[in-house]
């Protein structure tokens, strides 16, 4: 007990902003989080309170102080492709529960095995193809919705295609639903103090439309009941563990990788640090509470998040509010939200689709124009994202920010030549010669990430041997952790070989630990003789001037 009430007293008090940040934030989940269900063939009532538990869990614990955890586009989509792809009912309450705690567990496992670095090799080129595709993905799947015509094709830019062939067979009434919501939305934008309600307003104004004017459309009672009740008790389906073992991790992948990126978009307004281990931990913590109690998979949700943040949260308490407030009006007013009409969910899900593509249009851009390599991954990714199953599009995603990551790499690497002024005794950097002075100390460093990937490009600007005599070559390591591939070895035991058949030798300066151990261990040490590996030192040049006073008594000796 005294635990829980340090942490209560953690928690700070409440700000009245946060309780009014709280209660819109909770009203827009009602049609967000229905709506993204929705689309992704689950009972909406699952989005609803993917808003309840997953929220009020996850701000307790996050370590963004204003993050909201629930249920996103993206992860929606991806846990319907799981599992469709597992031959499981997507509307089992079981098999949902079950996904939902597995996706918890392995966000927690990442978090224990601290593993929130990894979301870095996460290149940008791939995930903004891969939130494009998402975002079109929204996009096609409320066109039934918005205008009463199911776009057909086997993928999704195939269905947009089919539905923009096929006006003539919209639907007149919703069609102009979902027109006159996307209209108020826009409207109500244009006044500042209504921007961040701009789609509650425009839902609730164009379901209070057609029920005054009768108009004949779907409504959410239609497809599903919602029951005036807090979420229930739901019991996990054990047998369904095998089938979702891959999918649990791909869905927490997707949930993890939007939310490492509202750390650094919204900072803790109390000056803390943010921490993507402790956020993992945190929607870990959300996902085994909601799978309990009815919800789906949940993440962090940068528009939710930004919503609260734009209707005045100052502590985790909005995030807290946002949870028992949608509870509360779920409790008392779920029946009215049965009266929404289709068309309203389905306009408001363009206006969120469009909204997410736009935004990446300044990414698309800086993409474009970096490189070949990484427009090639962007559009690979959007592609994949498009036409295949999302998990499947999540693994060649992760292995095009792998292939891009050593590409780049192996392309920064090279050496640069390091010559001293005899006047200043100032360091300068040029291009490393061809061949070998002989007689003389050449320093050259290397500048890259590890040699792995890289040594057949650095082999080929090291100097030749082949001219020289008497000649050292300090080469140094400083920052190279290891050497992680037995190849490099054996091209350094090549070098110091033909460096030794020409009367040369090579040093390596700034050598740190675990590369001294590894040069050790692999025999390297006695190739390179006496003085032949400086460790690196505190100071910076310490390691360098060392071997430049090695190679030059080595020179002297050799000389006399």
């Known amino acids: 007990m005294s635990r829980l009430g340090d942490r209560l007293r953690s928690l700070g008090r409440p700000k009245p902003s946060d309780a009014s940040s709280g209660f819109v934030t909770g009203l827009f989940s009602i049609p967000e989080g229905m709506a993204y269900a929705s689309i992704a063939g689950f009972n909406p009532v699952a989005g609803l309170y ?7 869990v996850g701000s307790l614990t996050s370590r963004t102080v204003l993050m909201v955890t629930t249920l996103t586009s993206a992860i929606a989509l991806t ?3 799981v599992l469709s792809d597992a031959g499981l009912d997507a509307k089992n309450a079981g098999n949902i529960a079950t996904l939902t705690i597995m996706a918890g567990v392995v966000m927690l496992l990442m978090a224990v095995l601290r593993l929130g670095a990894v979301m870095s090799f996460v290149s940008n080129a791939v ?127 997707v949930g993890l990788a939007q939310a490492a990126g509202i750390g650094p978009s919204v900072p803790n307004p109390d000056g803390s640090r943010s921490s993507v ?45 946002s949870g028992v407030l949608l509870a509360i009006i779920v409790l008392l007013c779920g029946s009215l939200a049965e009266h929404i009409p289709m068309p309203v969910i389905g306009g408001l899900i363009l206006v969120v689709g469009g909204e997410l593509i736009w935004g990446k249009r300044h990414d ?24 295949l199953p999302l998990q499947q599009a999540i693994i060649l995603g992760a292995v095009l920010s792998l292939l891009l990551y050593c590409a780049q790499a192996a392309r920064r690497a090279r050496l640069v030549a390091l010559t001293r002024d005899p006047e200043s005794g100032d360091w300068h950097t040029g ?23 890289e040594m057949n490009r650095i082999e080929a600007m090291l100097p030749r041997p082949d001219e020289a ?11 190279v952790p290891d050497v992680p591939s037995s190849s490099v070895v054996k091209v350094l035991r090549r070098y110091i070989h033909s460096l030794n058949a020409h009367g040369d030798r090579l040093i390596l300066a700034g050598a740190e630990p675990g590369l001294v151990r590894l040069l050790t261990a692999t025999g390297l040490d006695r190739d390179l003789g006496p003085g032949g590996i400086i460790p690196a030192e505190g100071a910076i040049l310490a390691p360098l001037k060392r071997a430049v006073t090695e ?10």
Not at 277 to 286: E, K, M, P, V, Y
Not at 364 to 387: D, E, K
Not at 431 to 453: C, H
Not at 469 to 479: F, S, T, Y
């Open 127 to 253: 995930m903004t193809g891969f939130s494009t595709g998402i975002a079109l993905q929204i996009i096609t799947g409320v066109l039934k919705d918005a205008t009463g015509y199911k776009p057909q094709g086997h993928n999704r830019l195939h269905q947009l295609g089919d539905w923009l062939g096929h006006l003539g067979q919209w639907q007149l009434a919703a069609t102009l639903v979902a027109a006159a919501t996307v209209a108020v939305w826009a409207l109500s934008r244009l006044v500042r103090r209504l921007e961040a309600v701009a789609l509650l307003i425009a839902m609730v104004a164009a379901s209070v439309a057609v029920a005054v004017l009768g108009t004949d459309v779907e409504l959410v009672r239609d497809i599903a009941h919602i029951p005036a009740a807090l979420p229930g008790f739901s019991a996990p389906d054990l047998s369904a563990v095998p089938d979702l073992l891959g999918g649990a991790v791909a869905v927490a992948l």
């Open 364 to 387: 698309i851009i800086l993409v474009l124009r970096t490189s070949w390599m990484s427009a090639g991954a962007m559009i690979l990714t959007f592609l994949a994202t498009t036409q």
């Open 50 to 56: 993917a808003g309840v538990v997953p929220a009020i």
């Open 551 to 560: 190679g030059e008594s080595w020179i002297a000796q050799r000389a006399k």
């Open 469 to 479: 005599h008497g000649a050292v070559l300090i080469l140094v390591m400083r920052g």
């Open 277 to 321: 281990n402790g956020d993992f931990a945190a929607q870990g913590l959300a996902n085994v509470a909601g799978g309990l109690f009815q919800s789906l998979p949940s993440g962090g949700s940068l528009s939710r998040t930004g919503v609260a943040v734009s209707a005045g949260a100052r502590t985790r308490w909005a995030g807290i509010f």
């Open 79 to 81: 846990s319907q492709s």
């Open 431 to 453: 291009r490393p010669p061809e061949s070998l002075p002989p007689g003389r100390v050449t320093v050259l460093y290397y500048d890259g990430v590890s040699f792995f990937a």
